[in-house]
């Protein structure tokens, strides 16, 4: 079976070539266009069909990757409760090592963290500021609808697929 685009290119043509004959009556070349256009409509719908199938899948699939990453997020939080009260345990029983068949784990000092206790006291030169720029879409829409020429900008309609 023709693809899509293949389908709608042969249709083209041979509408074009149907229009071109002199000698074939009208009712015969609206017979032969109303025929092809029908087998168009016919894949035009299995396309859209099969759209909507596809939207429907990637709905399941995000709804699925979102389940996934609601219990990665329970198991990454469970996994820290556990090590916060393993570390309790250690420290609290003043073990620095436990060794087994299975698994060794020790109690490991980390480099000095920095804690920052009030940003407003922070010397100037230990400060780094960011700089954002951004382009305002929506400001320039509104003064090309009004009118004025922004350089490096215009507006641009497009079309699309909509499938209920």
């Known amino acids: 079976m023709p693809s899509l685009y293949e389908l709608t290119k042969s249709t083209e043509v041979a509408i074009n070539e149907m229009m071109a004959l002199e000698d074939v009556p009208q009712e015969v070349i609206n017979d032969t266009i109303e025929g092809l256009q029908g087998e168009l409509e016919v894949k035009q719908k299995g396309v859209a069909a099969y759209i909507l199938n596809r939207g429907s899948d990637i709905n399941a699939m995000k709804e699925y990757k979102n389940n996934m990453d609601i219990r990665i997020r329970k198991a990454e939080k469970q996994i820290e409760s556990l090590k916060t009260a393993l570390l309790w345990s250690f420290t609290k029983h003043h073990i620095d090592k436990l060794d ?10 980390n480099p000095p963290s920095v804690v920052i206790n009030n940003e407003g006291l922070i010397p100037e030169n230990y400060l780094r500021k960011k700089i954002v720029t951004t382009v305002d879409k929506a400001a320039i829409k509104g003064a090309i609808n009004s009118g004025e020429d922004i350089p490096g900008a215009h507006l641009e309609s497009k079309q699309r697929i909509e499938i209920k």
Do not use: I, Q, R
């Open 100 to 109: 087994s068949p299975e698994l060794s784990v020790k109690l490991k000092n």
